[in-house]
């Protein structure tokens, strides 16, 4: 069954990783989708590749730290398709610096693209998503939830979906659907054109309750279900899709 037949989905940082497999699942629901993306070569490519399986897809290059490709992005999707039914928030950067030596710009890097460029898409997107009574999804992570060394940039850009999920779930109450998808460890490799390729063990599968490490699909199903009409009466939630990794206690042995 085609869920999105006749329906228009932008999924930002599409061309490759999560993205790219929840662009490439709506697709294959019969949506129309938008892949946007800073990589502009891999976005044709995920166009194209999305075309060859008989699906419907136009590219875009952005870079959604700049308010202005933000603004054009939306823009451009009316223009070429002439409707908005599902706006997927996916783009996630980190800083990879220490705390101490970290500079300034690299937190207004990573929250600009994380977080305001998702409030910047909805506040955008909201008009024409709410004649359709669309949908939103914020990708976030287990992150927000749980921290490693010097990753706060991240950490707190993906807290702040959380709340910024919950504002506009409220905000566009009877209009249009938020909710957010908090992933946990997924491995992206099958879905990189750019040789990336995780490697591994036996371990790091067993540590998980679910018995294994997450994949791209994981998530585009759970982004399917909450942007489908079967999700109607779910609205400001967050999901985890970890493998049971945040419920599990951990000790020093």
């Keep these: ?67 202005a490709d933000v603004k054009r992005m939306v823009r451009e999707t009316l223009r070429k398709f002439g409707r908005l039914d599902v706006l997927v928030n996916n783009v996630g950067i980190g800083s990879g610096k220490p705390l101490r030596s970290r500079p300034l710009t690299d937190w207004d890097k990573v929250i600009a693209a994380n977080l305001r460029a998702a409030y910047l898409a909805a506040q955008l997107a909201a008009p024409e998503l709410g004649r359709r009574r669309g949908s939103i999804v914020n990708i976030a992570s287990t992150r927000a939830l749980q921290s490693e060394p010097d990753t706060e940039p991240y950490s707190a850009s993906k807290g702040g979906l959380l709340a910024l999920t919950h504002s506009l779930a409220v905000t566009l109450s009877g209009k249009v659907r938020v909710n957010c998808i908090l992933p946990g460890w997924i491995a992206t490799d099958e879905w990189h054109y750019d040789g990336f390729r995780w490697k591994l063990t036996r371990e790091d599968h067993e540590q998980h309750p679910a018995g294994r490490v997450g994949q791209p699909e994981d998530i585009a199903h759970a982004a399917l279900f909450l942007a489908s009409e079967e999700a109607g009466f779910i609205t400001g939630i967050r999901l985890v899709v970890d493998g049971g990794m945040t419920v599990k206690m951990i000790y020093a042995e």
């Design 1 to 67: 069954m085609k869920r999105f037949i006749g329906k228009v989905a932008l999924v930002t940082g599409s061309a490759q990783g999560i993205g790219a497999a929840i662009a490439d699942l709506l697709a294959r629901e019969g949506a129309a989708v938008m892949v946007a993306d800073v990589n502009g070569r891999f976005a044709v490519r995920r166009r194209d590749d999305i075309r060859k399986e008989g699906g419907k897809a136009e590219c875009i290059r952005v870079d959604v730290g700049k308010p």
